[in-house]
């Protein structure tokens, strides 16, 4: 190849770099720059700047970086940085800089023009998102295709793991994550394959740094009970036997009953030991071990289950009738005092939003979820927003919060509503709830409000198009996917759900609870029926006590706000009688 041997003063002149020539900065441009990119655009680019692109460069560089910088020098003090040909020249020196890297050390640098010039996006380049993604994902999602066609890969978890089955880290998916969700939003089921990937890798990567296993720390110093085996020996003697399954004195106990028992005997143990007296159960220790409660702020019915704990093992262990009268007693005493506990509830049911606003509030974190980028935070505004209202219509207790598709939680669909027991003739329903509750093993079963479903809809879309709704219900109820779940797809824990309802409401949601039976009691018996229904209960105390505060509450109507308070509660209830 023959060297250009023009000076500045010819090359202001040539045909070629006619279009650049008339610039304020080609002045300043050095010779041997300008000379390189008149040869770029008169021999590759057809005479003109825009003939410049990432295979006429590549083909102008050749296997010399030192070319393309030159003419890449010229075009950007000449046109800018961001002008497509010195896109183009950046790009084709990128991908010589990868070509001449030695050994398998991997530095993807190529800018994005480069990427998305590759065949394999042509199906994607009208994406928005390839535009706008951070760069370092868009190389990681290219890197994938590129990798499954290769190797004739799909997206499935086994497919992402041997994408980096030659990485340590977990690092690569979770880029690969982070552009897959912009490119195919984030409910699109590769997405949930790549993450169930990441956790495996990063599961893998755990145990192989996993530190040696220490010597065990000191048991926490107890503050309030002694440890188990400091309880007197008879008594260890007899809990073991309980424990086993055998009868003392003719009945059997079940394990809640003797861990219990247990609990309140540690607790009184430790009380007496602070007062200086034997471990035993008498009325000294008793009267000690309720200072102690007393001193802790125990509530009066913690009191009464703690105080019929210690009966229990009194008769068990056949002390005195005159002492275990006594306890009864006691248990009574405060049996009758808890029965003011319900009313603390009051305070946190008067804060809470009507059902209305709790619904207006669940609409906005639903509006608001697909414009949140990232991914754990998305996940929790879609659980949130339908965590509110179904609990708000259907107040389980934490136990029984996690629901899972196709068990709990079942589709209708084009089903005869007949075979679910529902009216022909009836509001047209989606999803049927069939539990059985963790406290009582009591069926709660039955459908679920209409205005729930767009709720449930948008837990399993998550931002996908509602048209891959049918396809994606089937798929996560054969899969038994949890209802409210985590952003890596896996079940929250017990109080989870209990927690959002506190970060938007202030309260737990076992909350609910009361206002169902607050509401439903204000109708009356058929009402408290209702209620206790609803919340899967069965204690007749709860159903008299909501019963008289609802009739007293009939006949407030000093303030009209009370007035149009009750008016609201009645609408709320008779809807909420027609999900029984």
């Given at each position: 190849m023959n060297r250009d041997p023009r000076d500045w003063h010819a090359l202001v002149e040539a045909p070629e770099l006619a279009e650049v020539s008339g610039l304020s900065g080609f002045r300043d441009i050095k010779v041997e720059d300008l000379r390189k990119l008149a040869e770029l655009i008169r021999d590759f680019a057809g005479g003109s700047i825009s003939g410049i692109t990432i295979e006429t460069a590549s083909e102008f560089g050749g296997s010399s970086r030192h070319r393309l910088q030159c003419a890449k020098r010229a075009l950007r003090d000449l046109v800018g940085k961001e002008h497509p040909a010195t896109e183009s020249l950046k790009a084709a020196l990128s991908m010589i800089s990868a070509t001449k890297r030695r050994g398998t050390r991997h530095k993807d640098d190529r800018p994005r023009v480069a990427v998305l010039n590759e065949p394999r996006w042509d199906n994607f380049r009208s994406i928005e998102a390839t535009l706008t993604m951070p760069l370092n994902e868009l190389r990681a999602v290219d890197r994938f295709m590129a990798f499954s066609e290769t190797h004739g890969r799909g997206t499935e978890t086994d497919d992402f793991l041997a994408f980096v089955a030659d990485q340590e880290s977990s690092m690569l998916l979770r880029t690969l994550r982070g552009g897959l969700e912009k490119l195919l939003t984030p409910a699109h089921p590769a997405i949930m394959a790549a993450e169930q990937a990441r956790s495996i890798k990063e599961a893998e990567r755990y145990q192989r740094r996993k530190p040696e296993p220490t010597a065990q720390p000191q048991a926490r110093a107890l503050r309030a009970s002694v440890a188990r085996d400091e309880l007197p020996a008879d008594w260890l003697e007899l809990l073991d036997k309980l424990l086993s399954g055998k009868p003392v004195r003719g009945r059997?106990?079940?394990?809640?009953?003797?861990?219990?028992?247990?609990?309140?005997?540690?607790?009184?143990?430790?009380?007496?030991?602070?007062?200086?007296?034997?471990?035993?159960?008498?009325?000294?220790?008793?009267?000690?071990?309720?200072?102690?409660?007393?001193?802790?702020?125990?509530?009066?019915?913690?009191?009464?289950?703690?105080?019929?704990?210690?009966?229990?093992?009194?008769?068990?262990?056949?002390?005195?009738?005159?002492?275990?009268?006594?306890?009864?007693?006691?248990?009574?005493?405060?049996?009758?005092?808890?029965?003011?506990?319900?009313?603390?509830?009051?305070?946190?049911?008067?804060?809470?939003?009507?059902?209305q606003s709790i619904f207006e509030k669940a609409n906005s974190l639903l509006d608001e979820a697909p414009s949140i980028m990232d991914r754990r935070s998305r996940t929790t505004q879609y659980v949130d927003a339908a965590a509110l209202p179904f609990l708000s219509l259907i107040p389980l207790r934490n136990a029984d919060t996690l629901l899972h598709w196709g068990k709990e939680i079942?589709?209708?669909?084009?089903?005869?509503?007949?075979?679910?027991?529902?009216?022909?003739?009836?509001?047209?329903?989606?999803?049927?709830?069939?539990?059985?509750?963790?406290?009582?093993?009591?069926?709660?079963?039955?459908?679920?409000?209409?205005?729930?479903?767009?709720?449930?809809?948008?837990?399993?879309?998550?931002?996908?198009?509602?048209?891959?709704?049918?396809?994606?219900?089937?798929?996560?109820?054969?899969?038994?996917?949890?209802?409210?779940?985590?952003?890596n797809g896996q079940v929250r824990s017990i109080r989870n759900l209990s927690n959002r309802w506190h970060v938007h409401l202030g309260t737990g949601s076992v909350i609910s609870r009361t206002r169902i039976h607050t509401l439903l009691g204000a109708l009356g018996a058929r009402g408290t029926r209702a209620a206790l229904a609803l919340c899967a209960q069965s204690s007749q105390r709860t159903a008299k006590w909501y019963e008289a505060v609802g009739l007293e509450r009939l006949r407030m109507t000093e303030s009209q706000d009370m007035v149009a308070a009750m008016i609201e509660m009645d609408e709320e209830a008779e809807a909420l009688l027609a999900l029984l």
């Open positions: 059997k106990l079940s394990r809640k009953t003797v861990s219990n028992m247990t609990g309140a005997a540690r607790q009184m143990i430790y009380a007496a030991r602070e007062e200086g007296l034997p471990d035993a159960i008498n009325l000294e220790t008793i009267a000690a071990y309720d200072k102690a409660l007393e001193h802790r702020g125990v509530r009066a019915s913690s009191r009464q289950i703690l105080f019929a704990s210690l009966q229990t093992f009194a008769k068990r262990l056949g002390l005195d009738r005159d002492l275990v009268r006594d306890l009864a007693d006691l248990v009574g005493h405060y049996e009758r005092a808890s029965r003011r506990d319900v009313k603390v509830k009051e305070g946190r049911l008067a804060d809470l939003p009507d059902l079942r589709y209708i669909g084009d089903d005869d509503p007949s075979d679910w027991g529902l009216d022909e003739q009836g509001e047209h329903v989606s999803y049927y709830l069939d539990l059985r509750t963790s406290k009582t093993d009591s069926a709660l079963s039955g459908p679920l409000a209409p205005i729930l479903t767009p709720f449930l809809d948008a837990l399993i879309l998550r931002g996908q198009d509602e048209r891959m709704l049918p396809d994606l219900r089937k798929a996560i109820m054969r899969a038994q996917a949890p209802v409210f779940p985590k952003s």
